[in-house]
């Protein structure tokens, strides 16, 4: 069992939908639970960042985690083309040092107008 | 504020040659990651650096290597290159080594191996 698993998509909305974008891991140890997006030819950037479990809200953009579940979303309301991107999901252990930091391997998001 | 700088944007090489990469992290960090993004295998960690010492590496070999200077700034070398190693490598910067430390990533180098 991967340890991190990340449906790639491509998901294809319309322009004012709700996304939800999801990813699941085996390891109990983690304890931060981070999203990054990152657009064509630029690098990762970090979107969402939580601790343990919980709803976290910024903006349009909401992320969930269910610990007990082992799963994490990133939800999107109303979304717009320029929300078009890859979605990584990325996991961390309590007493981990940032190197230890786990990717999933990303979802392409496409929102068409 | 800037942030993490690399270059070249691009690179292109051919079997056996080697390619130096360079990152310069947001300022006041002391920690320098690098990691291969290869396409479908998402991020791979290769090195991090912190106060200029290599810290760990990720499951590559020895042919990739790198350092960090006194002003944090880091340097990335893959020697005998091979086609396999054509991704985009990215690096990173983080505050401080902590677990709580967030990374920022710059937009990467391109590298091509023909």
């Known amino acids: 069992q991967k340890e991190v698993e990340q449906d790639p998509g491509p998901l294809s909305v319309p322009e004012g939908a709700i996304v939800s974008l999801n990813c699941t891991y085996s390891?109990?140890?983690?304890?931060?639970f981070m999203w990054y997006r990152q657009y064509s030819r630029k690098g990762p950037e970090l979107l969402m960042y939580?601790?343990?479990?919980g709803n976290k809200e910024d903006g349009r953009f909401t992320a969930q985690v269910d610990k007990s579940s082992k799963y994490i979303s990133l939800f999107i309301r109303d979304s717009q083309p320029s929300d078009s991107a890859t979605y990584l999901c990325?996991?961390?252990?309590?007493?981990?040092?940032?190197?230890?930091?786990?990717f999933g391997t990303g979802t392409r998001l496409q929102v068409f107008p | 504020e800037a942030g993490v700088t690399q270059s070249p944007t691009h690179l292109i090489k051919t079997r056996g040659q080697q390619a130096t990469l360079r990152c310069s992290p947001i300022?006041?960090?002391?920690?320098v990651y690098w990691y291969q993004q290869a396409l479908g295998l998402g991020l791979q960690f290769l090195l991090w650096?912190?106060?200029?010492?290599?810290?760990n590496r990720g499951n590559f070999p020895p042919r990739f290597s790198g350092r960090q200077f006194p002003n944090y700034s880091s340097e990335l070398n893959v020697n005998a290159l091979e086609l396999e190693d054509s991704a985009l490598y990215l690096c990173?910067?983080?505050?401080?080594?902590?677990?709580?430390?967030?990374?920022?990533f710059g937009n990467g180098t391109r590298l091509t191996v023909t």
């Open positions: 990325a996991f961390l252990g309590l007493t981990y040092n940032t190197d230890k930091l786990i």
């Open positions: 300022s006041g960090h002391t920690s």
């Open positions: 390891n109990s140890a983690f304890q931060y």
């Open positions: 990173a910067s983080s505050l401080y080594r902590g677990s709580n430390s967030p990374l920022h």
């Open positions: 939580t601790y343990s479990s």
């Open positions: 650096y912190d106060e200029g010492e290599e810290r």
